[in-house]
C-alpha cells in the first residue's frame, strides 16, 4: 500500500509541474506580444513625422519660385510618403504578429483551464466590447462609431452608439494612438474628451485612420445625430422716435463699432461648466478653439456706407413676450420681418451639432458682443453732422438655440409658413434704456439674427 500510494503522489506532483509550466509559456507570450506592440507604435509615431515632413515639404514647394529647388522638394516629400507607407506596413505586420501570440497565449490557458493574470493599468478599467454607454435599458439602434486601440483600424475595439453618453470613460487599453470608424458618415457626429480635467470637446464627423490622444485616458465620449444649423445675420432696422424713419440722411448709415458672435455647446459636469464650440463647414474635425465669428469691425470716421442697415417703419417689429420673440400684433411697422442676409463676409455660416442637444436638450449657446455707432445729420443738407451716435459700452448676450421658433409667410412665397428662429437684440442707443448707456443723437437700432436647422 506505501508503494501504491507513493506512486501516486509522484504522478500527482508530475501533473502539477506540468500544469505550471503552462501559466509561465502564456505569460511569456504575453510579454513578447507587449514588446512588439511597443516596437509597433514607435515605427507609426515614424511614419506619422515622416508623412507630416512630407506636407511641410510640398508646402514649401508650393512656395518657391524656382522650379528646380520646388521639384527637389516634391520629390523629397513623394520619397517621405513612401517611407512611411512602408512603416506602416511593417507596423500592421508587427500587430498582427502579437495578436496572433495573443492568441496562443489564450488557446494554451484555455486548454489547461488556468487562469492567467494581466498586468493592467490599476487607472484604466475594462467595458465591454460592446458597452451600453448608460443605456443600459435602452435598445441600441441606428449607427454607431466604434474605437480602435491602433491606427488603421487594428487591435481590439470599444463599439459606442447613436445618442448615447458616455462619462467617466474606461477603456480595456491604454489610448495613445488610436483610430475612430463611423459607420454612417452622413449622420453620425462625436464628442470626445482627452482627459479628467479637460472643460472643452474634440468634435469629429467622420472617420479617422490615425488620431493621436495628448493623455493617456479619454474620459468621455458621445456620439449623436448631425445636423447644422445656420446663422443668418439680417442686419440693423433703425427705429423712430416722432416720424416714419430714423434714417435722417445718408450719413446715419457710416457705421462704426463691432458686431461678433460665437457659438457652442454649453453643458455642466461636476460643477463646471463643458465648452464644445461648434465646427463650421471648413473647419477641420478635432478643432476645440473657442473662435469670435466678426460680422462688422470698423474704425471710427471710416468713410462707409452699411448695406445692412434698414428702416424699421418697413419691415415688421419683433417684441419680446414671456421669453420669446413675438410678432407685432399691431400694423405700425409693416407686414414682414427683415428677410436679407447682409452681403458682408460671415454673415451666413453653417454648424454641425447634435440634432438632440440643440433641439431637445437646448444645449448650443450663441453668444453675441456688439458694440456700434455711427455718423448722423438730421437731412441730407443740415449742418449738425457728428460722429457721437454711439454706444459707450459693448453689450454682451448670450442666447439659447432654439431661441423661439415663428411661423412667418413671406411675400412670394406662396404662403406658405416657414419655421424660423428670429433673434432680435435692442434697441440700442434708445434714450429709455438707461442699462445701455449712448452719447449723441438717439438712434433706436435692433439686430436681428435669425437661425434655423437646415438639414
Request: charged share 25%; with cysteine; proline share 3%.
Given at each position: 500500500?506505501?508503494?501504491?500510494?507513493?506512486?501516486?503522489?509522484?504522478?500527482?506532483?508530475?501533473?502539477?509541474?506540468?500544469?505550471?509550466?503552462?501559466?509561465?509559456?502564456?505569460?511569456?507570450?504575453?510579454?513578447?506580444?507587449?514588446?512588439?506592440?511597443?516596437?509597433?507604435?514607435?515605427?507609426?509615431?515614424?511614419?506619422?513625422?515622416?508623412?507630416?515632413?512630407?506636407?511641410?515639404?510640398?508646402?514649401?514647394?508650393?512656395?518657391?519660385?524656382?522650379?528646380?529647388?520646388?521639384?527637389?522638394?516634391?520629390?523629397?516629400?513623394?520619397?517621405?510618403?513612401?517611407?512611411?507607407?512602408?512603416?506602416?506596413?511593417?507596423?500592421?505586420?508587427?500587430?498582427?504578429?502579437?495578436?496572433?501570440?495573443?492568441?496562443?497565449?489564450?488557446?494554451?490557458?484555455?486548454?489547461?483551464?488556468?487562469?492567467?493574470?494581466?498586468?493592467?493599468?490599476?487607472?484604466?478599467?475594462?467595458?465591454?466590447?460592446?458597452?451600453?454607454?448608460?443605456?443600459?435599458?435602452?435598445?441600441?439602434?441606428?449607427?454607431?462609431?466604434?474605437?480602435?486601440?491602433?491606427?488603421?483600424?487594428?487591435?481590439?475595439?470599444?463599439?459606442?452608439?447613436?445618442?448615447?453618453?458616455?462619462?467617466?470613460?474606461?477603456?480595456?487599453?491604454?489610448?495613445?494612438?488610436?483610430?475612430?470608424?463611423?459607420?454612417?458618415?452622413?449622420?453620425?457626429?462625436?464628442?470626445?474628451?482627452?482627459?479628467?480635467?479637460?472643460?472643452?470637446?474634440?468634435?469629429?464627423?467622420?472617420?479617422?485612420?490615425?488620431?493621436?490622444?495628448?493623455?493617456?485616458?479619454?474620459?468621455?465620449?458621445?456620439?449623436?445625430?448631425?445636423?447644422?444649423?445656420?446663422?443668418?445675420?439680417?442686419?440693423?432696422?433703425?427705429?423712430?422716435?416722432?416720424?416714419?424713419?430714423?434714417?435722417?440722411?445718408?450719413?446715419?448709415?457710416?457705421?462704426?463699432?463691432?458686431?461678433?458672435?460665437?457659438?457652442?455647446?454649453?453643458?455642466?459636469?461636476?460643477?463646471?461648466?463643458?465648452?464644445?464650440?461648434?465646427?463650421?463647414?471648413?473647419?477641420?474635425?478635432?478643432?476645440?478653439?473657442?473662435?469670435?465669428?466678426?460680422?462688422?469691425?470698423?474704425?471710427?470716421?471710416?468713410?462707409?456706407?452699411?448695406?445692412?442697415?434698414?428702416?424699421?417703419?418697413?419691415?415688421?417689429?419683433?417684441?419680446?413676450?414671456?421669453?420669446?420673440?413675438?410678432?407685432?400684433?399691431?400694423?405700425?411697422?409693416?407686414?414682414?420681418?427683415?428677410?436679407?442676409?447682409?452681403?458682408?463676409?460671415?454673415?451666413?455660416?453653417?454648424?454641425?451639432?447634435?440634432?438632440?442637444?440643440?433641439?431637445?436638450?437646448?444645449?448650443?449657446?450663441?453668444?453675441?458682443?456688439?458694440?456700434?455707432?455711427?455718423?448722423?445729420?438730421?437731412?441730407?443738407i443740415c449742418t449738425d453732422f457728428t460722429w457721437d451716435a454711439a454706444m459707450t459700452n459693448t453689450h454682451n448676450e448670450k442666447i439659447c438655440l432654439p431661441y423661439n421658433l415663428e411661423e412667418i409667410t413671406f411675400l412670394g412665397n406662396r404662403n406658405r409658413p416657414i419655421k424660423l428662429d428670429i433673434i432680435q437684440l435692442g434697441p440700442f442707443r434708445e434714450m429709455i434704456f438707461q442699462e445701455r448707456p449712448f452719447i449723441g443723437p438717439e438712434h433706436p437700432t435692433l439686430v436681428q439674427f435669425i437661425a434655423k436647422l437646415v438639414n
Open positions: 500500500m506505501q508503494k501504491i500510494f507513493f506512486c501516486f503522489t509522484i504522478l500527482f506532483l508530475q501533473c502539477l509541474a506540468i500544469n505550471a509550466q503552462v501559466p509561465t509559456s502564456a505569460e511569456n507570450l504575453i510579454a513578447e506580444a507587449k514588446k512588439i506592440e511597443i516596437e509597433a507604435k514607435a515605427i507609426t509615431q515614424q511614419a506619422i513625422d515622416l508623412r507630416k515632413q512630407a506636407t511641410a515639404k510640398k508646402e514649401e514647394a508650393a512656395k518657391e519660385q524656382d522650379n528646380e529647388v520646388a521639384t527637389k522638394l516634391k520629390n523629397e516629400a513623394t520619397l517621405m510618403e513612401q517611407q512611411a507607407k512602408e512603416k506602416m506596413a511593417e507596423a500592421a505586420v508587427l500587430r498582427k504578429q502579437a495578436t496572433e501570440k495573443r492568441k496562443q497565449a489564450a488557446e494554451l490557458v484555455k486548454q489547461n483551464k488556468t487562469k492567467i493574470p494581466v498586468t493592467t493599468n490599476p487607472t484604466i478599467a475594462t467595458i465591454p466590447i460592446s458597452p451600453q454607454n448608460n443605456s443600459v435599458n435602452k435598445k441600441l439602434t441606428g449607427g454607431f462609431v466604434e474605437l480602435f486601440e491602433y491606427a488603421n483600424y487594428e487591435g481590439r475595439s470599444v463599439k459606442f452608439y447613436k445618442n448615447t453618453e458616455t462619462k467617466n470613460l474606461r477603456l480595456p487599453f491604454t489610448p495613445t494612438n488610436i483610430s475612430l470608424k463611423f459607420s454612417d458618415e452622413e449622420n453620425l457626429i462625436v464628442f470626445i474628451r482627452e482627459s479628467m480635467t479637460d472643460q472643452k470637446n474634440l468634435t469629429y464627423l467622420n472617420s479617422i485612420p490615425s488620431l493621436q490622444i495628448s493623455t493617456n485616458n479619454l474620459s468621455y465620449i458621445r456620439v449623436g445625430k448631425k445636423a447644422k444649423v445656420e446663422i443668418d445675420f439680417n442686419g440693423l432696422l433703425y427705429k423712430s422716435i416722432n416720424s416714419t424713419t430714423c434714417i435722417h440722411s445718408d450719413d446715419c448709415k457710416k457705421l462704426y463699432g463691432n458686431i461678433s458672435y460665437k457659438i457652442y455647446e454649453l453643458d455642466r459636469e461636476n460643477g463646471e461648466a463643458i465648452k464644445t464650440p461648434m465646427l463650421y463647414s471648413t473647419q477641420n474635425q478635432g478643432y476645440a478653439n473657442e473662435t469670435s465669428f466678426s460680422i462688422f469691425n470698423k474704425e471710427r470716421g471710416t468713410d462707409y456706407t452699411a448695406p445692412f442697415v434698414y428702416n424699421a417703419y418697413d419691415f415688421g417689429i419683433a417684441h419680446n413676450k414671456k421669453g420669446g420673440l413675438r410678432r407685432s400684433s399691431d400694423n405700425v411697422y409693416g407686414q414682414k420681418f427683415l428677410q436679407s442676409i447682409a452681403p458682408i463676409p460671415n454673415a451666413k455660416l453653417e454648424f454641425f451639432v447634435d440634432s438632440l442637444s440643440y433641439a431637445k436638450k437646448r444645449r448650443v449657446i450663441l453668444e453675441i458682443d456688439l458694440k456700434i455707432g455711427s455718423a448722423h445729420k438730421s437731412c441730407n
